[in-house]
């Protein structure tokens, strides 16, 4: 299971018992500030789950892609979208081209969709092949890397050079999707908010 934003570790430790509980094997949370995944670093610890939960700070996009250029991923069962709204559909278009969704076996969570970026994102989920195709062509990402491009990218001479160099990649239309979403109104009424869950099909 990767997670992309860790914050202090609550989702990690929660998700991370229960994934052990499942008989799973590894939850990789990605966090890009070092003073959250500090704190959750040392609750992981204390929940007794270092064995199993491995934080790692940096863009969450630029993580990605080095666990598969060092062969510590090569797919992902489930993936946990938590981390800033406007990074969903991007990160969603690197796991698809990074190939780390398997069909028939990977499901996406992503928390908080209700508003802004999330819907789009949503909408992506929602769309035929064709529709797919024009959203990435509309959204300028980049059509020009392949996968193995990409793992080549991110031994940019800095860090700096490969988290531009990937932050837009376009994704795989051919993947299709059945998604779930399960709405509820936050603190405010006004708030609406849900959870998107998302099943590659076959
Ligand atoms: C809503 S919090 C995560 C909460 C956590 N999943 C939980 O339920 O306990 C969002 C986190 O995402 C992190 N974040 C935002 N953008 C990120 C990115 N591009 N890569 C990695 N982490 C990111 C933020 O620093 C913040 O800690």
Do not use: C
């Amino acid at each position: 299971m990767v997670e992309l934003g860790g914050y202090v570790g609550y989702s990690a430790i929660r998700f991370g018992d229960a994934l052990r509980r499942a008989g799973g094997k590894q939850y990789l949370s990605l966090e890009i500030n070092s003073d959250y995944a500090a704190v959750a670093g040392k609750l992981v610890e204390l929940a007794g789950l270092g064995d199993i939960v491995r934080i790692i700070v940096a863009p969450a996009h630029l993580t990605l892609v080095r666990l598969v250029h060092d062969k510590i991923i090569d797919h992902v069962e489930l993936l946990f979208l938590d981390h800033f709204k406007d990074r969903y559909l991007p990160d969603l278009w690197l796991v698809e081209r990074l190939g780390l969704l398997k069909r028939g076996v990977s499901t996406i969570v992503a928390d908080n969709i209700g508003r802004g970026p999330t819907l789009e994102y949503l909408a992506y989920l929602q769309a035929d092949t064709a529709d797919k195709r024009k959203k990435i062509e509309q959204s300028g990402a980049r059509v020009d890397l392949d996968r193995a491009e990409l793992l080549q990218a991110v031994r940019a001479k800095s860090e700096e050079a490969a988290v531009t160099a990937i932050e837009n990649v376009a994704g795989d239309p051919s993947l299709e999707y059945e998604t779930e979403l399960h709405e509820f109104t936050g603190r405010h009424p006004s708030h609406k908010d849900g959870v998107a869950i998302t099943e590659v099909k076959a």
